[in-house]
């Protein structure tokens, strides 16, 4: 046992005794009878009102300070909205009350009453008049004794680091504001909120590696869903127009500054609309929801300064020509495409076509370079086997991914809606699958035919919520955006 588990044994053992203590005093150490008129940011901000009229208020939270003085003491009490400072004498609670007061603990819930006044220094201090124990802390907070410094243990103890790092609880807050506000912009904009099944008989709608579940009932396996896509299509097809869905999506893939296996995506869809209809939707969502949220669109997001009021647009291919120096219009055959590859050392084993290889030059080439917000259109068809292809060139498809700080925020195209090019596609991602590619398309009959009855043309967008979030919050890793991200075992 380390030294600090061993004064952290210690500690929790003294706070027992206290528990025990206070419940052979009679004490409940958890009382929940106790009712606060004002939380602490009302009670600030109502002072002069409050303090003039002498009003009693009744406020609660967490002790996180005391400070004793013989025959007074101070205390800092928190709740979601604030900080504030309570001051206890003896002579004005009574011996027994000041006693229970000051063998209160660090973390412990308390309710008090009392009225206002601003201490010498210009702090306002709420006077007790009385105080009620609301909760006993069995374990004291890191700071007491080591710090909640290690990274893997803050997301672990996510509870430990919204007590101790208010930063922290101001991240998730903005992600409520922001996940509200995207919600708000697309009710005004007249789209339908919907919620489409997390099991799903076939893995579809994106290409990843599901999680695998079984249905005793039914005895069939499903998958946990990766992508809502195929259903919220159905839905077109059934004659809504405008509809979206924010949840979860669940991928058995690997951990990453970018990734989790459990996450947040906005997934919507427009009838007669395109894929430039939808970027144009997107570049207004984020700008809206920056600014309602921020209330700035000039962003800083690690070492890069971001403008939210700056959008580009290329395809591809220029964005390879542009950051790579190769100019893929004037490849004509996979030998050139691979004597292009070979040239920058890429890897092209397992890529059996021009776009492919493309592709693969953007993903490793160009990415990363994308700071300020850039649209990328133009995807081979073969990386797009959910999108129309594009009318004047076929080889690539009326798709966008939105780049922002080298990160792939938002997904995007024209539906395909052609149920016999759809069905192509699945076979070709069938063969892939069947070659090895776990993360190919499984072919989906039902899907085939709800297009076979007519989806009308439609334009949808997929946005990962928490790279959305990662970027408004300037937080490095997706682990700071998500409550309770996934973690190896505690025990490996």
């Known amino acids: 046992m380390t030294e600090q588990e061993m004064d952290l044994n210690e500690l929790m053992i003294e706070r027992r005794k206290k528990l025990e203590n206070l419940k052979e005093a009679g004490i409940e150490p958890y009382s929940n009878d106790f009712i606060r008129t004002h939380s602490i940011a009302e009670v600030l901000g109502n002072f002069e009102e409050l303090e003039a009229e002498e009003k009693e208020v009744k406020i609660a939270g967490r002790v996180m300070a005391l400070r004793d003085h013989g025959k007074s003491s101070f205390a800092d009490l928190v709740d979601l909205s604030e900080k504030i400072q309570l001051y206890a004498k003896k002579n004005e609670v009574g011996e027994k009350a000041y006693d229970l007061f000051t063998d209160l603990n660090i973390g412990d819930h308390i309710g008090v009453e009392g009225t206002l006044f601003e201490t010498g220094r210009g702090e306002i201090t709420l006077r007790i008049k009385e105080f009620k124990l609301l909760t006993k802390s069995l374990r004291p907070l890191p700071e007491k004794w080591h710090g909640l410094k290690d990274v893997e ?22 992600r409520s504001r922001i996940i509200h506000g995207m919600r708000q912009y697309l009710e005004q904009k007249d789209f339908l909120e919907v919620q489409t099944p997390l099991m799903h008989p076939i893995a579809g709608g994106a290409a990843a590696n599901p999680f695998i579940t079984h249905h005793n009932a039914l005895d069939i396996d499903l998958y946990l869903r990766i992508a809502p896509e195929l259903y919220l299509k159905r839905l077109l097809v059934g004659g809504f127009e405008k509809v979206f869905e924010i949840g979860k999506n669940m991928r058995n893939e690997g951990l990453s500054r970018r990734h989790n296996p459990e996450f947040t995506t906005l997934e919507l869809y427009q009838a007669y609309a395109d ?23 000039e962003i800083k997001y690690n070492d890069h300064e971001i403008n939210l009021n700056n959008w580009t647009r290329m395809t591809m291919i220029e964005a390879v020509k542009e950051h790579v120096g190769v100019d893929f219009n004037n490849v004509s055959n996979l030998d050139e495409a691979k004597s292009l590859a070979d040239e920058k050392h890429l890897d092209y ?7 492919e290889i493309i592709n693969e030059f953007f993903e490793e080439f160009v990415e990363e370079k994308l700071i300020q917000p850039t649209f990328i259109t133009q995807y081979p068809v073969e990386v797009s086997p959910l999108a129309k292809r594009n009318p004047d060139n076929p080889a690539f498809t009326d798709r966008f991914e939105l780049f922002i ?5 938002a997904n995007a195209f024209s539906e395909l809606n052609d149920p016999i090019d759809q069905k192509e596609r699945f076979e070709q991602q069938v063969e892939q699958r069947e070659a090895g590619d776990d993360e190919a398309h499984m072919m989906d009959q039902d899907f085939i035919r709800a297009l076979e009855y007519g ?3 439609a334009g949808g967008l997929g946005i990962g919520v928490d790279r959305l979030v990662m970027l408004l919050t300037s937080s490095e890793s997706i682990r700071e955006v998500i409550l309770f991200p996934h973690l190896r075992s505690e025990n490996q």
């Open 455 to 457: 989806m009308p043309p």
């Open 349 to 355: 084993e397992s890529k059996t076509s021009i776009g």
């Open 275 to 297: 894929y430039e209809d939808i970027m144009n939707t997107t570049e207004e969502l984020i700008k809206t929801v920056a600014k309602n949220v921020l209330d700035d669109l």
């Open 405 to 409: 700080a080298g990160d792939e925020i």
């Open 153 to 174: 243990l803050r997301y672990r103890q996510r509870y430990v680091d919204l007590i101790v790092n208010p930063d922290v609880k101001q991240t998730f807050i903005l």
